[in-house]
């Protein structure tokens, strides 16, 4: 069966919405990316970022340049966690200049040795999340190299790291690998029908879903249905406004009321996307920093539109 997860995504991957994606079928999610030299020099906030060892089918991203460290930080999160993964696509500016991310696309002989180096320490599965090549189409060796070196599993966001988000994804340029190892494709995965025609055109036995699942936490559902039945339906607002509703009591748990009405502001337009009003009700809700008043805010937005819809 085709496995669908929530792809790692800096500042919007926390426990919280972990939680709520996979209560929305996401078969697994990705920690937000983990500096390997701040979980060393034992920086509270990254230990922060790392999930509960209890959370799930969930794997720690970590990302940095050095092979020591890299390895060193895997070894002591592979005893803790069952599952590593390593981040070689990220492209901004201030990861990439110190060759960690999509960085260590640029040199693939380094590339290969820091593969090696962390496969051999970590004792749990170990997978690597990576583009296309630095500014070139360079996929084929690369995962002749992740294959090579042992790694379980690979995700392919299909673009070139210089690229960063322009253009489109190329999900047909990785039609052309074996898929040795269970290959996931990323990018520009928005709906159900992206989802299928990005299977069918790389051949991948699985999808990452990022930017299509923030405030949308329900395409998981949405995917699978598509993928099944060829049919699927959205939420209803009181299923919207139920998620919502967890999303903000899982963030006042995991970072307290002003963090969680901070946190929730970035998922807002995702979850009132096309619904009539929600420009208007968007920018009042981003200046209530009290989370009571702002859940009571979401409360009659949406109980407003249900006075005019059915609930
Ligand atoms: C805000 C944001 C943060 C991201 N952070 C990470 C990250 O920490 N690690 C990573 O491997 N990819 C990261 N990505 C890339 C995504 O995992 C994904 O590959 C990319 O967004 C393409 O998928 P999409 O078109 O579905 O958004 C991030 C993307 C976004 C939009």
């Given at each position: 069966m085709v496995k669908i997860g929530l792809a790692p995504m800096a500042g919007y991957t926390d426990r919280a919405f972990r939680t709520v994606c996979s209560k929305w079928g996401a078969d697994f999610v990705f920690s937000e990316m983990v500096s390997t030299k701040g979980f060393l020099m034992g920086s509270l906030k990254t230990v922060d970022l790392l999930p509960f060892p209890e959370e799930g089918n969930v794997a720690v991203q970590i990302f940095g340049n050095e092979t020591e460290e890299l390895?060193?930080?895997?070894?002591i999160l592979s005893e803790r966690y069952s599952w590593i993964d390593l981040n070689a696509g990220c492209p901004v500016k201030k990861v990439v200049r110190k060759g960690a991310g999509g960085?260590?696309?640029?040199?693939?002989?380094?590339?290969?040795e820091i593969v090696r180096a962390v496969r051999k320490s970590v004792k749990c599965k170990f997978s690597v999340k990576t583009r296309l090549g630095w500014n070139k189409n360079d996929v084929v060796e690369i995962y002749r190299i992740l294959v090579e070196e042992g790694v379980d599993e690979v995700f392919i966001h299909a673009r070139t790291v210089v690229q960063g988000f322009s253009g489109k994804a190329n999900w047909k340029s990785l039609s052309v690998?074996?898929?040795?190892?269970?290959?996931f494709v990323s990018g520009d995965i928005f709906t159900p029908e992206n989802a299928k025609e990005a299977l069918e055109e790389s051949g991948c036995q699985g999808i990452l879903v990022a930017?299509?699942?923030?405030?949308?936490?329900?395409?998981?559902?949405?995917?699978?249905?598509?993928?099944?039945?060829?049919?699927?339906?959205e939420p209803s607002l009181k299923d919207i406004l139920a998620t919502l509703n967890e999303h903000i009591?899982?963030?006042?748990?995991?970072?307290?009321?002003?963090?969680?009405?901070?946190?929730i502001r970035k998922f807002l337009a995702g979850y009132t996307k096309g619904l009539e009003g929600a420009r208007r009700f968007r920018d009042e809700a981003m200046k209530i920093e009290d989370i009571c008043n702002l859940k009571q805010a979401i409360y009659k937005f949406f109980v407003r539109k249900a006075e005019k819809i059915s609930f």
């Open positions: 390895s060193k930080a895997a070894e960085g260590l696309l640029r040199d693939l002989a380094k590339f290969r690998l074996d898929k040795k190892i269970p290959t930017r299509g699942a923030i405030g949308r936490p329900w395409i998981f559902k949405q995917i699978r249905d598509f993928l099944q039945h060829g049919t699927y339906s009591d899982l963030l006042i748990k995991e970072k307290g009321e002003r963090g969680a009405a901070k946190e």
